[in-house]
Nanobody
Framework: QVQLVESGGGLVQAGDSLRLSCLASSGRTFSIYGMGWFRQAPGKEREFVAAISDSTGQGSYAEFAKGRFTISRDYAKNTLYLQMNSLKPEDTAIYYC???????????????????WGQGTQVTVSS
């Protein structure tokens, strides 16, 4: 079993930046491949934000995240990041990281692709 713990959320003003982190750990050797970020705003369904492929290292983004958010991964620290710039009030949500144990990582925008989930970190953007 792999545990994912997010951190870095908080209350910021519109236009500010935040960097979210997601630390992956396990009681034994583990292999995870693609990873992603999702978010859920109050009264809305959870939606895809960004994903990063283990094989290419390239990030893929939801339309609203393009140009503002950057996903990255530090293998030495077993940590996934989401750098969020130019935040807007509509970015207010709980942000979740997720990890996939399938190296194919085909359907990365879909929640069903991921095997492990963190508990989430709250991001609140005031206007």
């Amino acid at each position: 079993q792999v545990q994912l713990v997010e951190s870095g959320g908080g209350l910021v003003q519109a236009g500010d930046s935040l960097r979210l982190s997601c630390l992956a750990s396990s009681g034994r050797t583990f292999s995870i491949y693609g990873m992603g970020w999702f978010r859920q705003a109050p009264g809305k369904e959870r939606e895809f934000v960004a994903a990063i492929s283990d094989s290419t290292g390239q990030g893929s983004y939801a339309e609203f995240a393009k140009g503002r958010f950057t996903i990255s991964r530090d293998y030495a620290k077993n940590t996934l990041y989401l750098q969020m710039n130019s935040l807007k009030p509509e970015d207010t949500a709980i942000y979740y990281c997720a990890a996939d144990r399938d190296p194919r990582f085909v359907n990365w925008p879909s929640q069903s692709e991921y095997d492990y989930w963190g508990q989430g970190t709250q991001v609140t953007v005031s206007s």
